[in-house]
């Protein structure tokens, strides 16, 4: 269960990392959209393994094929359907796993909810299914540019390296400029030394993805259980390896005082802003016309090339070494899935806001 | 739109902060469970306003009435609805209000989307709406206790006050003990001077709320949307004031390597344990067995009794000064908040989880 | 379960026959729309027993109360919830049936499924929950007619009398000036006389409802799952009492060959239509903007004052004896909830088709 | 929208009928199933055209693949996907149509409410789309034998023609044994007898389907929108070309008086039995223990070999005249579609009453 996400424009994904393939189905999405497939393409190559020597070498030739909702080069407003086959799964990298549980890794807690255990692979826990949400963004994202609304994402933390530039000051055209995707050039610098380094230890490290959403209109969102801020939330924390999302001031607001977190408002031209922008673009749940602004914690992979103690299938104690190709820093690779899910949710919104305005 | 949360334990919540009242349909109970009414109380009298110095005087004397679903002291099965009447609504305190936003406030937002606005208060956007949610969470920990799966919620920080003791080492019995809800008596009164000098100054602040869930069996959550991490992040982002929400190591992972944050399994009286719980219970979006583990950020409250800049209804810069009763920090009353949407959300998967367990 | 109705405007009802009354709450009904509440009552009258010599004698006042969502003489674009309290319950006419089933009735598979039973009364299986519809269904009908779509339905047959015209030649103000609900005034007559004799006897007799659906615009509903066609069904379906679902030729069509069956297009004054209508108004589940056409077959009621066979709570044979005041015939009171059911399922379908109706 | 059904088991379709494929993905099946592949092919056989002489001669040779949710010969417990390519699909039969709507089919609202078309084929309006649901049903099916559930549709109508036989004198072993599948020989020789004069005549003609569900237990269903009734009802209505749905006595309730509808129970080795089943299995939209017993309306299919009035896409009057293979009646292939939606639907309401019932 619990593989579709959203209420108008709804995202159903299917398909295991080491089976034949990763699927997804788009049920509401409008007829007669000259899709731009080179842009789709664009967005799984961003996520693809193997884009260089921080993330891992598999080789996810990620050439899809539309099975459904498509025809002269348009949607037809019915289903689209996207599948990408698997090719070069190094099953046996993983074979040694067969009867082990890795720490950290869902292979636990997948064999004790299914009874059952793909030893070539994370099956659906594995990050290969993000490739179908990042096509499903992407073709939201093509969609949202009909309304100006635009999205960015970009590594802001490393291990202990940080990018704090707020996105006013980031040139978005840099962020795709160099492996880490971080927009801030020496930062990234540092940041793939500190990768390489972790990587030769046969480690990983965590990060940070933050994230903006320009141009979203004043009102999407609901002022009680589907807050913006809430369905971003689930979107983000849906993502493997996610352990915390924030939004505008997030966890710092605990230190602040009302006097100093509240974004006093102006008028200019017309329109009506915030001075500051701690409210990250949503007040009351509900978008107020201010970038969207939050932050995504990713934990650091859980796959390492190092001996480590676990436990069999039978409970008996084992020490298992980590094989294969894993990335050893996830951030880099998961800036285009946040993007995705960010389209994914803003869009299902805009949808939900165009239902219900009534002519009268 | 967006009123209802939960897949099979749905829980929809109406009414207003300044209108008739507030109320709670919930779908899904399961019938013949002699529910506990004074329980409900208590968790209703937990989050009600005025309960010391450090919340807001207004008095919500919160007796509730059942309009369905409950005959001859049990359940029907049918749809369980709840009244709580809405009494001693001073509107008069927000009536200067009533052309001009207040910063950081819901207002603003709420009047864009719906081209209305109840100067009365908040409509749906207001607190009193939790109370809606605690009620349903207090029927939800019933039926969970029959499953022996507990949750306790306690601040962990207010401002620049923490209190860092893991679950393991707190006595959960303190934290009704004071008037902050922390559960370590000589930071509470730490926490308490600091609201105290706070709302002298006629500011708020923001703070903390860190919970666990005791007892989870293993397999609750889905792998890839609707993961258990995911869920909970939604159900506690749809509270008011709520700004982020990490579980297990949360933000701190970004710094940690995989060596350090994964944690070791290990078997213990045939049952199997993590070493450390960096997990927070979840593992690939699926609990572990282990306890469950969050925090949730919330904002310094929006209402100050300070001047501040805002603009009217028509853009003219206006000064407005908050007056009527608010919390200054809204931490403590919020505890019982969590402790209810986790508790919504845990009973969903757990029904999710029977739904589909076959006989062969 | 199962007390939702829509996609996004979703209705949801609570309350039982017995209890303390019965409510809806309306989620995704657009703001600021001026409800005619004398409309709505209007609509209940119509609902209500006690209206003649035909219907049940039972006394149900129908006022109600808006709990939520009105602000003003206004939709706020919240939940709107509403609250018919019960009164006059003469619970003692149906206390001797404590431990006995009624033949037909939903008492034996209600107990069954909950494993309670209100004794004083059907609980949500009751008629009664309808009134909730009624109002939702009111309220839809004042959305509809924002787009001048239009509904009416009336009583097509009675026991073996029937009423052949087709809409084109009603005339729809008819339809209330006989207690019976069919506009021809003179078949209204003998269904008048059949129910009485019907009843003298204290038997029940069934019938047909028909229903027509004006300026419903070309394109509503979806061409797998969700025809408009499917929802229409379900949504009548879900009425106490129906027995059968069919529209445009219905199950004459079984009988006739293509060559006759098909409509023949048309177009005059650039809009098209067809010669015949035997679609209903619905071709592959899709409005094709001829008017919907349907009809609902109702069973006799299962209350019949004359003894009957039965089984007792224990499975020992019983001989019961209905008394209380029930109806000898369930259309006339059925007119409105057909139409509230139609209402809501329109709307909602319209709601669906301008989510996703894109600007390029 | 709207190609899901079901809200455990639930079933997403998608592909058009001469685009690359038909698909179906089921979230919501339980893990560790060994499904029998063969099975489902026998049941897309029986759904195949191009069986004998009654139905068209179109191959669809329908070898499916298992996409996703397969390992090892068992169902994983994530989404299962089937996906059957598109072959022999000759497109030329429908290209003179490029510009012409077809009288009573689908084209033209799937023209206005898509504004596109696809001049191969029908798309999702295509009959070609049961094939998934028929897959899906499948599945069910053989769930529900764990269950000792099962199912019987035969065609009970073709034309003037009748098979009246109540489910208890049929032979379940004779529907497949004749084209027609009529479990009565001599009425079937005679509906094949029209079909071919029909036929003959380059005219087609409508059909009933009736059908039983064995040993449903007591208490599917639920009393208010999700009767076990309604949902049976959409499901049904939610098939291409039915008109009508009705259970139990069905339409002719309408004639009956309650003391000769009404069912009268009895108790024989400690289970409750009615003497007969106008109730057709369903009390109270709950099922009841009973058989339960329903017939659809099959319109005859709109595609003729004559000559017709039509109008093009701008609407000038043309004369149309189809060519292609097409079924002169659809009820013989439509048989093993009633029987998957009818388990499709009782298996999510298994799963529904399984979902809450709770240990004390």
């Not at 436990?311 to 190709?325: P, T």
Request: proline residues 4%.
């Amino acid at each position: 269960m619990g593989n579709t996400i959203g209420k108008i424009f709804r995202v159903t994904t299917f398909g295991e990392s080491h089976g034949m393939g990763i699927g997804v189905v788009i049920d509401g999405c409008p007829p007669n959209l000259s899709l731009n497939l080179e842009k789709i393409s664009y967005e799984l190559m961003r996520r693809r393994p193997g884009q260089s020597k921080l993330t891992t070498q598999r080789k996810e030739m990620e050439s899809f094929q539309i099975l459904s909702g498509w025809f002269e080069e348009k949607t037809t407003g019915t289903p689209l359907t996207f599948w990408i086959e698997n090719q070069d799964a190094k099953s046996k990298d993983y074979e040694h796993l067969k009867t082990a549980y890795r720490p950290s890794h869902a292979d636990f807690t997948y064999h004790q909810k299914y009874k059952n255990y793909d030893y070539r692979g994370g099956g659906r826990s594995s990050a290969r299914e993000t490739a179908a949400r990042v096509i499903a963004g992407a073709v939201a994202k093509q969609i949202l540019d009909l309304y100006n609304i635009q999205i960015f994402a970009w590594v802001s933390q490393v291990g202990k390296i940080h990018c704090n530039k707020s996105f006013e000051n980031i040139d978005f055209t840099l962020i795709e400029e160099n492996s880490v995707r971080c927009p801030e050039p020496e930062v990234a610098k540092l940041m793939e030394e500190e990768i390489l380094k972790v990587k030769k230890n046969g480690d990983t490290v965590g990060g940070v993805i933050s994230a903006v959403i320009l141009n979203v209109p004043v009102g999407l969102g609901e002022p009680v259980f589907d807050r913006l801020s809430a369905d971003l939330a689930k979107a983000m924390l849906s993502i493997n390896a996610t352990k915390g999302f924030e939004y505008g001031s997030g966890f710092r607001c605990a230190e602040m005082h009302g006097s100093e977190h509240n974004d006093i408002f102006y008028q200019k031209n017309n329109q009506i802003f915030t001075k500051t922008n701690h409210s990250g673009g949503i007040q009351g749940g509900i978008s107020n016309g201010m970038p969207i602004e939050f932050r995504v914690a990713f934990k650091p992979v859980a796959t390492i090339l190092k001996k480590q103690e676990s436990i069999d299938f039978d409970g008996n104690q084992v020490i298992i070494e980590g094989r294969g190709r894993h990335d050893p820093c996830v951030v880099p690779r998961a800036v285009p899935i946040v993007e995705a899910m960010a389209a994914i949710t803003i869009l299902d919104h805009l949808f939900r806001f165009k239902a219900i305005s009534v002519k009268k």
